[in-house]
């Protein structure tokens, strides 16, 4: 018996990191999941690895800021299962640079990835979740929705974007019996911490900083697996009565100072 047994999920963003993670323990606990990932290639890798474990996975290419091609998509899956049970909001870009030199089209690239596509698949599944009285609609923001690093200024107010967001949908959703929470990771390694080619989460300064010193009490990087268990519960029966929160995953990070 797995604890998402007999849903239909969709994870986006789910070709590596922490989307990957996500679609494989979903799958794991039953749940039959629809891949939304614009790397073909991965996308295909986490649709045979799912498979291969005897899961059950349908694979959709596509760029999630595409409105058009994201409702279809929402469309072939209700088709495909007839049902959404849950939407995992994943995928996200991450493009360093301060207000004094980043540019416009930066900040556009990360608000349209990160958030709007947030609200898009939002707003696509949530008739179907209403007309079953049923959903769960998960987005994965981060720690740096609510404390910055200073030099992600565009990827930060997508993220605590999403920390607004969800708290709405959660007050707009609730009389559907439709929770709405939010994960937010802190240091995780997944191709996402390779920063100019380099793992940020294994420069001799964090290894230093957030692991030796115990800036992160746990003194380790966390890993997509310590994630992806979160956003389980959060879309299992586990989770029944709790709406419009965050759920920080950081080893401790946020409580130190
Ligand atoms: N890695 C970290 O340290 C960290 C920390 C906090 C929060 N997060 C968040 O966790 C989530 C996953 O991050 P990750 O580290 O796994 O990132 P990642 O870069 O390793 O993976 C992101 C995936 O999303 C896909 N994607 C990006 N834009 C897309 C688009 N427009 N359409 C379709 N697919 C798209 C990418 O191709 C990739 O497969 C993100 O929301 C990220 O902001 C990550």
Sequence with gaps: MGLLDGQVAIVTGAGQGLGESIALEFAREGAAVALLERNPETLEATRAKIEAAGGEAKAFALDITDYVAYAQVVKDTVAWKGKIDAL????????????????????????????????????????????????????????????????????????????????????????????????????????MSFVNGEDETTTPDFLEWYVKRGKVPLRRTGLPEDVSGTVVFLASSYCRYMTGQLLVVDGGLMSTF
């Design 88 to 191: 995992v909001n994943n995928a996200a870009i991450a493009l360093y640079g301060t207000i004094l030199n980043d540019s416009l089209d930066n900040w556009r690239k990360q608000i349209n990835v990160n958030l709007e596509a947030v609200y898009m698949g939002s707003k696509l599944v949530a008739p179907h979740m209403v007309e079953r009285q049923y959903g769960r609609i998960i987005s994965i923001a981060s720690i740096q929705g609510f404390a910055a690093s200073g030099d992600a200024g565009p990827y930060n107010a997508a993220k605590g974007g999403i920390i607004a967001y969800t708290k709405s949908m959660a007050v707009e959703l609730g009389q559907y019996n439709i929770l709405v929470n939010a994960v937010a990771p802190g240091f995780m390694r997944t191709p």
